[in-house]
């Protein structure tokens, strides 16, 4: 079950992170990773539950472990939140990540930006730089998000060959996506008001 790791680890921190995101569940948070961890190993058909999850989420890239990871450890009180600042720079940067693969993805574009994943050193090259830039930035999220899933890549600890598997997946693009909308709805509905009292 070793070449499983990948979808238990999901299915531990996707469920961790739907219930602990209701609050009658924080009394008895901590005991709830044990508990999934446990439910993703029940066999089901000669495999595990976990193996179920996976034929819907596919593997999830490393960046997407580690903010599950986060906002795990966000749930149980170990991390404070991220600072506005914080939060939109990562936000961003897996936005412009989504814009470069999916729409290529998707046949809007000719170019194929998924074949630099298979040749990646410009790729790596630019994604330290980035890293560096949220280095100084102290985005320790963002930082640990691009570092670790390079690292994973160096190790091949996922089946695939691809880089982009390792930086980006469609639950992140996503989640991203629609947190990025949120955000600049929000923004607009605060600056709309202030530009009007400055007209008056």
Known sequence: ???????????ILLGFVLLGSFQFTQRWRPWLLPALALVS?????????????????????????????????LRLGV???????????????????????????????????YRWGFNPRPMI????????????????????????ATLAFALRLKPSE?????????????YCLIAGFGLCIKAAWHFLPSQRTTQR
């Open 125 to 148: 090259v630019v994604v330290g730089l980035a890293t560096l830039a949220l280095l100084w930035l102290r985005n320790s999220l963002g930082v640990a998000m691009l570092s670790l």
């Open 41 to 73: 190993f029940i066999p089901l058909g000669g495999l595990p539950l976990a193996a179920y999850v996976r034929s819907f989420t596919d593997d999830l890239a490393i960046t997407t472990l580690v903010f599950l990871g986060w906002a795990a450890l």
């Open 1 to 11: 079950m070793l070449f499983l790791w990948q979808a238990h680890l999901s299915f």
């Open 79 to 113: 991390v404070p939140h991220l600072n506005p600042l914080t939060r939109v720079q990562v936000l961003g940067l897996f936005v412009v990540l989504t814009a470069l693969l999916y729409p290529a993805t998707m046949g809007l574009t000719y170019v194929d930006p």
């Open 162 to 174: 691809n880089y982009w598997d390792y930086l980006i997946d469609p639950l992140l693009a996503g």
